[in-house]
């Protein structure tokens, strides 16, 4: 077999035995890596190790794994304008959350023969929020409804990592309040010094 050392230095190709006996005076454990090549590769490793931090990779990696999540805000095609001031800001939220929105129109009865007023309302959100995102998917028509999708322009791992960093700053910053506060605070008015100047003879 093709041997490997700990610090993935080639030791060349030895009988089994030999790489038994060097593992054992290494004190690690003889790992076969590779066994459909020829000769099979095999590594002297400590093996506990090895899969301690094979493990940890694994959770980092799905820790930073992003999943893409579409939130759905619905709209009226008359929709009051403080209620689309609030449905807006879900909007925004969610932008910078690094989420896609799809925004649905609903209309009823005879809204459904003025498609124009919910393209228009769609067309302001979009403006709206040009700076957090981008529309994905025109507005179209879907039965009765109309839907249009908004993707962010931050990715999700940039938004996370993000909040992460405000969530970080918050407390240094208070604290550094509080420093100067105490600091600042207004110490009692001294005695102004008087110095007399010598009499003239």
Same mark, same amino acid.
């Given at each position: 077999m093709r041997l490997v050392g700990p610090n993935g230095e080639q030791v060349g190709i030895v009988r089994v035995e030999d790489a038994l006996r060097l593992a054992e005076?290494?004190?690690?454990?003889?790992?076969?890596?590779?066994?459909?090549?020829?000769?099979?590769?095999?590594?002297?490793?400590?093996? &506990?190790?090895?899969?301690?931090?094979?493990?940890?990779?694994?959770?980092?990696?799905?820790?930073? *794994?992003?999943?893409?999540?579409?939130?759905?805000?619905?709209?009226?095609?008359?929709?009051?304008p403080h209620d689309y001031g609030t449905k807006r800001g879900h909007v925004e939220r969610f932008l910078k959350a690094g989420d896609k929105v799809k925004v649905t129109i609903m209309f009823r009865g005879r809204e459904q023969s003025r498609p124009e007023l919910g393209r228009r309302l769609l067309e302001r959100l979009a403006e709206d929020i040009a700076e957090l995102g981008f529309v994905e998917s025109a507005p179209k028509q879907d039965g009765r409804n109309m839907i249009m999708v908004i993707g962010p322009t931050k990715k999700k791992?940039?938004?996370?990592?993000? *909040? =992460?960093?405000? =969530?970080? *700053? =918050?407390?240094?910053?208070?604290?550094?309040?509080? &420093?100067?506060?105490?600091?600042?605070?207004?110490?009692?008015?001294?005695?102004?010094?008087?110095?007399?100047?010598?009499?003239?003879?």
């Open positions: 005076e290494a004190n690690l454990d003889l790992v076969e890596v590779a066994p459909m090549a020829k000769p099979p590769v095999a590594k002297l490793m400590d093996f &506990g190790k090895f899969k301690y931090e094979a493990a940890l990779k694994a959770r980092e990696a799905r820790k930073n *794994q992003v999943n893409t999540v579409i939130k759905e805000i619905k709209l009226r095609p008359k929709i009051d791992a940039e938004a996370k990592a993000e *909040q =992460r960093r405000s =969530r970080e *700053q =918050r407390p240094a910053e208070s604290a550094a309040a509080e &420093g100067a506060t105490a600091e600042g605070a207004p110490a009692e008015a001294a005695a102004p010094e008087v110095t007399e100047a010598p009499a003239s003879e």
